[in-house]
C-alpha cells in the first residue's frame, strides 16, 4: 500500500482553519480490510454535536435541526430510490425474460403482458408473436427447435454477459451481497463494495443474471443495490461522509428497505434487519429509521406497480382452507425435518463447491463456468416439465390452490397423476438443489431465497398431494374423521403444504426465525396459517442446527471469506477466563513512552501492521494510540535529521518536554481496560454487544495483555472447518 | 428486615457435602427491592454447567441434556397454561357479561350463545331470558328499570369483588403488570409480584373487571398471569430456584406467549418481547424459547377455541377494498397526528389522576373508589349507544365494514345520519379517555391496550365517515378522480379506517412500533394494509414523541413508581464523562484491607444500606464484596469475644494471615474497571446492553470511584417530572 501524503489528509474546515490530523477523523483514515473503531466515531460524533449546540443563537439551534433533516432526507430518498429502482428491475427483467420466447409486433421494447394489454378477455392476442411466428417458420419440428435455440442461446447470452460485466467493471457485484453487508455494519471497511460502479453494474447484471433462467433470486442483490444506493446518497453530506459509523446506520436503514421491496415486504425489512443483520440491537433510532425507509421503498414500489396488480404480496395464497387439522401437524412436522436436513445438505454442497472452485482450474475462467452453467440450466430447464418457466412463478403456481374455473398447471390438479406429479415435484427439487448449490458463488449477482422457496415449494406440494391422495384414499380411516365427510369440499390444500416447505426450506438453509415467518406471510397473504408456519420455520432450525451449528449460509461464506464479523452466538466458556484469551504483554508490540524515538517509531510502523499500539511507562498502562494517528504525526519528523532521534513522550505528565517531542495528543485515556480475572464469556460478550475493537488487561494499573476483535472472530469460528477458505489472504490485515 | 440465621442458607448438597454460603448462591439471598448481578449469575451459572460437563463417563453428557430437556418442558408447559387459561378466561368473561342481561333457562352456568346453540339459523333463541322474562316483568318501563338495575349492580358487584379480592389478598395483582415484568425483567427483585396467590387473584379479578363493563382490557395482565405461571413452574425445578438469571429468561418466554394468547397473536407476542420488553437483545436463545412459548400457546389457545371460531383473527377486517389511494393518505396522517396528541394527553391525564389519587383522601378508599367508577361507568355506558356493549365488541363493530346483507350496528351505516354518527362517535372516545385514564390504576386488574383500541377506532370511524360523506358529496372533485366512477362501488372504507385509528392512538400511548404493527394486522387479518398502518404507527409515534419524550405509558409508570428499570433511549451526553456520573472515592463506603475489623465491618453493614462495598489497601483497589456475602461471613465471627477484633483481610498475597480472619474467598476480583476520562455515554451504554449493576472507576490501579445501577436510572429518568411519585419511599433500598 503507498503511503499517503499527509499534506492530503489535512483538511480546510469550514471556518478556514486547518485542521490537525490529530483533531480530524474523516472516513478517508480507514482503508479497506480495517474495522472502524465504533467508540471512537461515536466520540466525533458527540463532539460534533456538542460544537453545534454550542454555537451562538439561532445557529446553535438550528445546525442540529438541519442535521436530523437532512438525515431524514437521506432516508426517505433511500427508499424511494430502491423502491423505483426494484419496480423497474422488475419491468426489465419480465422483458428479458419475454424475450427469450418472442417479441411484440408494433414495439420492441414491449413485454408479453403489455403488448397483450389492449386485447379484450377472450379473445387471443395476436401482437404478441414468438419467434417462429416472427421469423415464419412454418414446421412443428423446425419451430419448436427455433424456440428452443433462442431460449438457450438468449440465457446464455445474458448470464454470459452478466458475468462479464461484473468480472470486468466490478468484482463485488458478484454473489449475494448479504456476507458482506453483515461484515460492514459490524464495522468491516470494503469501500469498494458499495461504489457506483457496483451500484450499476449489480443491478444490471442481477437483471440478466435473473432473466437468464438461472438458479438464482434478486433478493439478496437487492439489497446490496439498496446498500450500494445509499453510500452514493451519503457521500454529498458531510456529516455521513466524516463518519463511518453514521454511514453504518444508514446502510442498515438501507438493508431493510432492500428486503421490504425484494420480497413486498415493509415489515418482514425491518424484521430481517433485527434479526439477520444483528443492527438495531444497538440503537432503537436505527431500527425506526430502518422502519422508514422500508415503508417508504414498500410505497413507491406499490407507485411504479411493476406487475400491474398495485399489490404487494408477490405469491397470492387464495382458496386455502382456513381451519387446519391436528392431523396436518404430522406432514408438515415431517417438512420441516426435511426443510433442515436438505438445508443443511444444500449448505455443505455450496461449501464443498465453493471450495472446489477455488482450488480448482475454474478459479481462472468464472465466465466460461458462467456460460456452461446457463447452458445445462436452460437445458434442463427445457426437459423438466416445471422449471421451464421462472423460478417465481413456479413458485406462485405451486402455492395455488387447485379451482376447477382457473388453468390446471401442468396437470398438477389431476388426481389420477398424483404419482407422476409426485415424481415430477422430487425430481424438480433434487435438481434445484444441486443447481442452486452450484449457482450460489459464480461470478454473476445471485440471491439464495428464491431458489430456496422453489426447492421447498415442490416438496411441500409433494408431500400435501401425498397427504391429499391418502385422505382421499381412506377417508373413513380414525385419523381423518376430522375432515368434512363430503368428498367434494377439500380437507387438505397442497397449495398451502407448498408454503410449509418453502418456510421449512427457508429455516433449513438461513436459520432466520421471526423475520423469516414475517416475510413469508408478507409474501403469501396466509396470515390465518401463520402458525403453521411458525411451527415449520421453528422445526427445520431445530433440526438444522443439530446438524451443524453454522448458524446459516451466510455466516458460512462470512466465515470462509474471513471476515470480521462477529456472529450473535451464545458463546459459553469452560471456566477460563480473559487471560487465556489475550495475547500476554510478552507478545505485544508495546510504545514505551519516554524510551522510543521518532525512528524507532517508524520502524515498528513498517515491522508490524497491527490496528494500534498500547503506549506503557514501565509496564503501567498509558493509553492506546492508533496506527494512522502516529504515521500522519511522525511524517513531518521524519524529514529533519534533528528530529528522527528524539525521544517521544505521551503522557502530560512528563517532567522534561524540551529535548522530546510531545506526542501527548495522540493518546486515548479512555480505553476499555478489565482484569484479566474476568470470564472468557464476558469478554466475548462484550466484543458483541459494544462493537469493541479491542480491550486492554491490566492488574493494578500494568499492562498484563490485548484482546482485539480478530482474536475473538477466530475464537468463535474456530469450530468451522473452512474458516477464511476463500480469504484473500490479507486475513491478518484488520488484526 | 430481620437477620436471616446463616445455618438455613447453608445448604446440604446432592453428594452430601455441606457447601459453605461462600461457595453458594441461592435464590433466596434476593430479598425484595435489590437488582440481581446477571455477571454473577451467569458465572454461577456457567460453573454449574462445567461442573456437571466434568462428570465422569454417561453422567457427563446426560445431565446438560436434561437440563436442556427440563427447560423445554418447562416453556411448553407455560405455553400451554397461558394457552388453556386464556381460553378459559374469555368463556368466563363471556358468561359473567352475559349474566348481566339474562340467564339460560335450562342452566345457569351456559352463557348466552352456548345457550342457544342448538337452535337452527334464523328461528328465535327461547331458552335464553332477559331478566325481566325471567322475573315475567310484564310493563315496558318497568323492563327496562329492572334490566338496567341488575346490569348497573351486576357491573358494581363485580368491579367491587375485585377491588376486595385484590386489595384482601394480593395487593400486587392490581394493574397491568407490564410495568413491574419489564422492571423484573431487567433485573430487579419483587418476588411477591409473581406468588401463585397473585397469579390466582389476578386471574379471578381480570375477568370479574372486565365483566363489570369497566373501560380496561385483559391483556397487561394476561402477560402477568404468564410470567406468574412461569414463576410456579420454575419453582419446581431447581436450576430455575436457584437461578434468578434462569427465571428472567424463563419469564420473558412466559410474557410472549401472554400476549400471544391476549391479542390471538403469536408472532406479536415474540416482538412485544423484543421491542417493548427489551430482554431478547441479550440473548437469541431467550428469543427462540419466546418463540416456542409464543406459538405452543396460540395452539392451545386454538383447541379450547372459546369463541367457537377456531380462529385466532380476533376483530377480522372484512370486505374491505384492497386497494387504496393517494388521497386517502391525508385522513391517515391526521389520524396518526391524532393519536400521537391523543395518546400524550391520556398518559399526561393518567398520572395527574394518580398523582391526585394517592395525595388525596382516595389513597385510603380504593375499594369505594372502585365501586363509585364502576357505577358512573355503567351508568354512563347505558347512556351512549356505542358503549353500552362490551368494548370488544364495540371493536368489532367498528373495523367491520358495512354490508347491507349484514345487521347494521346501531345504524353506522346509514349514510344520512353521517353527523349524528361521528358526534356519537366523537362522544364515546372523549368520555372512553377519561373513563381509561381514571381507571388504569385503580386497585383492580386493568389493562390499557383494549381501551385505546377502542378510542382509536372511534376517531378512526368518525374520520373514515367523514372521508366517506366529503367523496360522496363531490364525487367529481379532482382528488377523488382514482375513485371508480360508479357510486354504487364503495371507494373510502370507513371500517378500515377504524383500525388505522386504533393503529394511531396505540402507538401514541404505548410509543410501540414494529410489534404494534404486526399485533395489529395479526388481530386484523389485513395483511394488505400493513403499509398504512405502518404509516399512521410511525406518524403518532413521531408526534407524540414531540410531545414529550416520556417513552410510553409503561415507562411513565415504572419512573413514577421508581423501578430500576433503565430505558433503552440512546443518552447523549455534552462532553461529560465518568468522572460526573460516579460517586468519587470520598463519598464511597469502602473495605481497608487489613484494616477493617470484623466489628467495624459489621458496624458498616449496619450503616450502610447498600449492595456492595469496594475493597481498597491504601487507594488501591482490591475487588469487591457484596453485602449478603460479607453478613454471612460475619455472623459466626460476631459470636465469639476473640473474633471481633480480629482485623480481616480479603486479598489473598498478605504476608501476615495469623491474627487475621481470611474474608480473601468472599472478594470478587472480576468486576468491571473503567477510566474516569471514559465519556459519560459510554458508561451509560454499558449499563445499558450489558445489564450491569456497578462499574469501578479506577486509574492506575486505584480506586476512583463507582456508578451504580440507580446512578444511571436517576440520570436517564432525570427529566420525568414524577420519577418515584408512587414508590413506596423505599427507592434507596436497590442502591
Given at each position: 500500500?503507498?503511503?499517503?501524503d499527509?499534506?492530503?489528509l489535512?483538511?480546510?474546515?469550514?471556518d478556514?482553519?486547518?485542521r490537525?490530523?490529530?483533531?480530524?477523523?474523516?472516513?478517508?483514515?480507514y482503508?479497506?480490510?480495517?474495522?472502524?473503531?465504533?467508540l471512537?466515531e461515536e466520540?466525533?460524533?458527540?463532539?460534533?454535536t456538542?460544537?453545534?449546540?454550542a454555537?451562538?443563537?439561532?445557529?446553535?439551534?438550528?445546525l442540529?435541526?438541519?442535521?436530523?433533516?437532512?438525515?431524514w432526507?437521506?432516508?426517505?430518498?433511500?427508499g424511494?430510490?430502491?423502491g423505483v429502482?426494484g419496480g423497474?428491475?422488475?419491468?426489465l427483467?419480465?422483458?428479458?425474460?419475454?424475450?427469450?420466447?418472442?417479441?411484440?409486433?408494433?414495439?420492441?421494447?414491449?413485454?408479453?403482458v403489455?403488448?397483450?394489454?389492449?386485447?379484450?378477455?377472450?379473445?387471443a392476442?395476436?401482437?404478441?408473436?414468438?419467434?417462429?411466428?416472427?421469423?415464419?417458420?412454418?414446421?412443428?419440428?423446425?419451430?419448436?427447435?427455433?424456440?428452443?435455440?433462442?431460449?438457450v442461446?438468449?440465457?446464455?447470452?445474458?448470464?454470459?454477459?452478466?458475468?462479464?460485466?461484473?468480472?470486468?467493471?466490478?468484482?463485488?457485484?458478484?454473489?449475494?451481497?448479504?456476507?458482506?453487508?453483515?461484515a460492514i455494519?459490524?464495522g468491516y471497511?470494503?469501500?469498494?463494495?458499495?461504489t457506483?460502479?457496483t451500484l450499476l453494474i449489480?443491478?444490471?447484471?442481477?437483471?440478466?443474471?435473473?432473466?437468464?433462467?438461472?438458479?438464482?433470486g434478486?433478493?439478496?442483490?437487492?439489497?446490496?443495490?439498496a446498500?450500494?444506493?445509499?453510500?452514493?446518497?451519503?457521500?454529498f453530506?458531510?456529516?455521513?461522509?466524516?463518519?463511518?459509523?453514521?454511514?453504518?446506520?444508514?446502510?442498515?436503514?438501507?438493508?431493510?428497505?432492500?428486503?421490504?421491496?425484494?420480497?413486498?415486504?415493509?415489515?418482514?425489512?425491518?424484521?430481517?434487519g433485527?434479526?439477520?443483520?444483528?443492527?438495531?440491537?444497538?440503537?432503537?433510532?436505527?431500527m425506526?429509521r430502518?422502519?422508514?425507509?422500508?415503508?417508504?421503498?414498500?410505497?413507491?414500489?406499490q407507485?411504479?406497480?411493476p406487475?400491474g396488480?398495485?399489490?404487494?404480496?408477490?405469491?397470492?395464497?387464495?382458496?386455502?382452507?382456513?381451519?387446519?387439522?391436528?392431523?396436518?401437524?404430522?406432514?408438515?412436522?415431517?417438512?420441516?425435518?426435511i426443510?433442515?436436513?436438505?438445508?443443511?445438505?444444500?449448505?455443505?454442497?455450496?461449501?464443498?463447491i465453493?471450495l472446489?472452485?477455488?482450488?480448482?482450474?475454474?478459479?481462472?475462467?468464472?465466465?466460461?463456468?458462467?456460460i456452461?452453467?446457463?447452458?445445462?440450466?436452460?437445458?434442463?430447464s427445457?426437459?423438466?416439465?416445471?422449471?421451464?418457466?421462472?423460478a417465481?412463478?413456479?413458485?406462485?403456481?405451486?402455492?395455488?390452490e387447485?379451482?376447477?374455473?382457473?388453468?390446471?398447471?401442468h396437470?398438477?390438479?389431476?388426481?389420477?397423476?398424483?404419482?407422476?406429479n409426485?415424481f415430477?415435484?422430487?425430481?424438480?427439487?433434487?435438481?434445484?438443489?444441486?443447481?442452486?448449490?452450484?449457482?450460489?458463488?459464480?461470478m454473476?449477482?445471485?440471491?439464495?431465497?428464491?431458489?430456496?422457496?422453489?426447492i421447498?415449494?415442490?416438496?411441500?406440494r409433494?408431500?400435501?398431494?401425498?397427504?391429499?391422495?391418502?385422505q382421499?384414499?381412506?377417508?373413513?380411516?380414525?385419523?381423518?374423521?376430522?375432515c368434512?365427510p363430503?368428498?367434494?369440499?377439500?380437507?387438505?390444500?397442497?397449495?398451502?403444504?407448498?408454503?410449509?416447505?418453502?418456510?421449512?426450506?427457508?429455516?433449513?438453509?438461513?436459520r432466520?426465525?421471526?423475520?423469516?415467518?414475517?416475510?413469508?406471510?408478507?409474501?403469501?397473504?396466509?396470515?390465518s396459517?401463520?402458525?403453521?408456519?411458525m411451527i415449520?420455520?421453528?422445526?427445520?432450525?431445530?433440526?438444522?442446527?443439530?446438524?451443524g451449528?453454522?448458524?446459516?449460509?451466510?455466516?458460512v461464506?462470512?466465515?470462509?471469506?474471513?471476515?470480521?464479523?462477529l456472529?450473535?452466538?451464545?458463546?459459553e466458556?469452560?471456566g477460563?477466563?480473559?487471560?487465556?484469551?489475550?495475547?500476554?504483554?510478552?507478545?505485544?508490540?508495546?510504545?514505551?513512552?519516554?524510551?522510543?524515538?521518532?525512528?524507532?517509531?517508524?520502524?515498528?510502523?513498517?515491522?508490524?501492521?497491527f490496528?494500534?499500539?498500547?503506549?506503557?511507562r514501565?509496564?503501567e498502562f498509558?493509553?492506546?494510540?492508533?496506527?494512522?494517528?502516529?504515521?500522519?504525526?511522525l511524517?513531518?519528523?521524519?524529514?529533519?535529521?534533528?528530529?528522527?532521534?528524539?525521544?517521544c513522550?505521551?503522557s502530560?505528565?512528563t517532567?522534561?518536554?524540551?529535548?522530546?517531542?510531545d506526542?501527548?495528543?495522540?493518546?486515548?485515556?479512555?480505553?476499555?481496560?478489565?482484569?484479566q480475572?474476568?470470564?472468557?464469556?464476558?469478554?466475548?460478550n462484550?466484543?458483541?454487544?459494544?462493537n469493541?475493537?479491542?480491550?486492554?488487561f491490566?492488574?493494578?494499573?500494568?499492562?498484563?495483555?490485548?484482546?482485539t476483535?480478530?482474536?475473538?472472530?477466530k475464537?468463535?469460528?474456530?469450530?468451522?472447518?473452512?474458516?477464511?477458505?476463500?480469504?484473500?489472504g490479507?486475513?491478518r490485515?484488520?488484526?
Open positions: 500500500m503507498p503511503r499517503p499527509p499534506a492530503e489535512y483538511e480546510l474546515t469550514e478556514g482553519q486547518i490537525s490530523p490529530t483533531q480530524t477523523h474523516s472516513a478517508s483514515q482503508v479497506d480490510g480495517r474495522t472502524i473503531d465504533w471512537q466520540a466525533v460524533e458527540r463532539e460534533r456538542n460544537s453545534q449546540r454555537q451562538h443563537g439561532v445557529r446553535g439551534l438550528l442540529p435541526w438541519f442535521d436530523a433533516a437532512r438525515m432526507l437521506v432516508v426517505i430518498l433511500i424511494i430510490g430502491i429502482t423497474w428491475l422488475d419491468v427483467v419480465k422483458w428479458l425474460g419475454d424475450l427469450r420466447e418472442g417479441r411484440c409486433s408494433y414495439g420492441f421494447f414491449y413485454n408479453q403489455a403488448c397483450c394489454s389492449g386485447v379484450k378477455p377472450g379473445e392476442c395476436t401482437d404478441w408473436r414468438t419467434w417462429s411466428e416472427f421469423f415464419g417458420v412454418g414446421p412443428a419440428p423446425a419451430q419448436a427447435l427455433l424456440q428452443s435455440f433462442v431460449y442461446s438468449l440465457a446464455v447470452a445474458f448470464a454470459g454477459s452478466a458475468a462479464v460485466l461484473v468480472k470486468t467493471y466490478a468484482p463485488y457485484a458478484f454473489h449475494t451481497g448479504i456476507p458482506e453487508i453483515k455494519l459490524g471497511v470494503l469501500t469498494a463494495f458499495l457506483p460502479w449489480k443491478a444490471l447484471g442481477l437483471a440478466l443474471a435473473v432473466a437468464s433462467g438461472l438458479s438464482l434478486k433478493e439478496g442483490p437487492l439489497v446490496h443495490v446498500c450500494c444506493m445509499a453510500y452514493l446518497l451519503s457521500r453530506f458531510k456529516q455521513f461522509r466524516n463518519s463511518e459509523a453514521q454511514q453504518r446506520k444508514l446502510l442498515a436503514a438501507a438493508a431493510a428497505a432492500g428486503v421490504s421491496v425484494a420480497f413486498g415486504s415493509p415489515l418482514g425489512g425491518v424484521l430481517f433485527l434479526e439477520e443483520l444483528d443492527t438495531f440491537a444497538n440503537e432503537s433510532e436505527v425506526w430502518g422502519f422508514v425507509a422500508s415503508a417508504v421503498a414498500a410505497v413507491s414500489l407507485w411504479v406497480n406487475f396488480t398495485s399489490k404487494l404480496v408477490l405469491f397470492q395464497v387464495t382458496n386455502a382452507s382456513d381451519t387446519w387439522r391436528a392431523f396436518e401437524l404430522i406432514p408438515w412436522l415431517t417438512l420441516g425435518v426443510g433442515g436436513i436438505l438445508g443443511s445438505v444444500l449448505i455443505k454442497l455450496n461449501v464443498e465453493a472446489y472452485r477455488r482450488n480448482s482450474a475454474l478459479n481462472e475462467w468464472p465466465i466460461v463456468e458462467v456452461g452453467v446457463s447452458a445445462i440450466t436452460a437445458a434442463i427445457y426437459l423438466v416439465v416445471f422449471s421451464r418457466v421462472q417465481s412463478e413456479l413458485v406462485a403456481n405451486l402455492f395455488q387447485c379451482d376447477p374455473t382457473k388453468i390446471d398447471y396437470g398438477l390438479c389431476n388426481p389420477t397423476a398424483m404419482w407422476e409426485v415430477l415435484l422430487i425430481l424438480t427439487a433434487a435438481i434445484k438443489v444441486l443447481l442452486t448449490a452450484w449457482t450460489f458463488g459464480m454473476i449477482p445471485a440471491g439464495i431465497f428464491l431458489p430456496t422457496i422453489a421447498g415449494a415442490c416438496l411441500g409433494a408431500v400435501g398431494l401425498l397427504t391429499q391422495g391418502l382421499r384414499a381412506y377417508p373413513t380411516a380414525w385419523i381423518f374423521l376430522s368434512p363430503d368428498p367434494s369440499v377439500r380437507c387438505v390444500s397442497p397449495g398451502f403444504y407448498a408454503v410449509i416447505g418453502a418456510s421449512a426450506m427457508l429455516g433449513g438453509v438461513t432466520m426465525t421471526i423475520s423469516l415467518v414475517v416475510i413469508l406471510f408478507e409474501l403469501t397473504g396466509a396470515l396459517h401463520v402458525l403453521p408456519i415449520s420455520v421453528m422445526t427445520s432450525k431445530w433440526v438444522g442446527d443439530a446438524f451449528k453454522d448458524g446459516g449460509i451466510y455466516a461464506w462470512i466465515a470462509m471469506r474471513g471476515y470480521p464479523w456472529p450473535p452466538v451464545d458463546f466458556d469452560k477460563d477466563t480473559g487471560a487465556q484469551l489475550m495475547r500476554p504483554l510478552e507478545r505485544l508490540v508495546v510504545i514505551e513512552d519516554e524510551q522510543d524515538t521518532v525512528l524507532s517509531l517508524d520502524g515498528m510502523l513498517n515491522d508490524h501492521d490496528h494500534g499500539f498500547p503506549v506503557v514501565r509496564q498509558l493509553g492506546f494510540v492508533t496506527r494512522d494517528k502516529l504515521r500522519l504525526a511524517a513531518p519528523l521524519l524529514c529533519e535529521d534533528s528530529e528522527r532521534r528524539k525521544r513522550f505521551f502530560s505528565q517532567s522534561s518536554p524540551d529535548e522530546q517531542v506526542f501527548s495528543s495522540l493518546l486515548e485515556e479512555a480505553v476499555l481496560q478489565l482484569r480475572e474476568v470470564p472468557k464469556e464476558l469478554v466475548v462484550m466484543f458483541q454487544k459494544m469493541l475493537r479491542q480491550i486492554i491490566t492488574t493494578g494499573g500494568k499492562l498484563r495483555g490485548m484482546v476483535k480478530s482474536d475473538v472472530v475464537l468463535l469460528t474456530c469450530n468451522f472447518p473452512h474458516s477464511g477458505a476463500l480469504g484473500s490479507a486475513r490485515s484488520w488484526a
